[in-house]
């Protein structure tokens, strides 16, 4: 199983950002991010489940942020817009076995600054 999480950057707020992983290694029951602000704990962000689509979405970034996978590719999106400086974190990928009730894989995390 492999997760490559990329596409982390700096941004002025208000701006855009899309980060991707890969996941590959096996057929996953949902993908997920995750971050990580600086002196917080980690905290959930947004999923999607593979078998009917379902998303999910934290309310801090309901509206601004959107979630999607291109399956031929094996690769999960975050699109991010409207940005403000407390969206400042490190943003790690997941994914769960079909069965699993938890995140049971983790992908590196790719930082993303937004400047106010």
């Known amino acids: 199983v492999q997760l490559q999480a990329s596409g982390g950057g700096l941004v002025q707020a208000g701006g855009s950002l899309r980060l991707s992983c890969a996941a590959s290694?096996?057929?996953?029951?949902?993908t997920a991010w995750f971050r990580q602000a600086p002196g917080k704990d980690r905290e959930f962000v947004t999923s999607v489940r593979w078998d009917y689509g379902h998303t999910y979405y934290a309310d801090s970034v309901k509206g601004r942020f959107a979630i999607s996978r291109d399956g031929a590719k094996d690769t999960m999106y975050l699109q991010m817009s409207s940005l403000k400086p407390e969206d400042t974190a490190i943003y790690y990928c997941a994914a769960a076995d079909p069965r699993s009730s938890e995140y049971d894989y983790w992908g590196q995390g790719t930082e993303v600054t937004v400047s106010s």
């Open positions: 290694g096996r057929t996953f029951g949902s």
